[in-house]
């Protein structure tokens, strides 16, 4: 499965196998090919089983909004808040 269609907090299984084998950076150098197909094949196989760390982190960094435009998931605690030690 792609990186498109799990989502972006889906891990690829597969892809991790080819990451820890060591052929991820093999496909990759594949991308500086002087054959041109061999360059589109590299490129479109990290494009597709491969996020990008900015990908990634972006991903899960995305603040939650609702309709509004304010954030979903804030929740001020019982009581208000105290600097001071109680």
């Keep these: 499965m792609d990186k498109q269609a799990g989502g ?4 690829n299984q597969y892809a991790l196998y080819v990451e ?3 052929s991820m950076i093999t496909i ?10 061999i360059y589109k094949n590299a490129f479109n196989i990290m494009d597709k ?13 995305t ?3 609702d309709a ?8 001020a ?3 208000g ?4 030690q109680q």
């Design 8 to 11: 972006p907090r889906f891990i």
């Design 49 to 61: 089983y491969f996020p990008d760390e900015e990908e990634v982190d972006a991903a899960i960094s």
């Design 81 to 84: 808040f105290s600097f001071s």
């Design 68 to 75: 509004t435009g304010t954030f979903a998931d804030v929740t």
């Design 20 to 22: 820890e084998a060591g």
């Design 63 to 65: 603040p939650s909004l």
């Design 28 to 37: 990759h150098n594949l991308q500086s090919h002087d054959n041109l197909e």
């Design 77 to 79: 605690p019982q009581g």
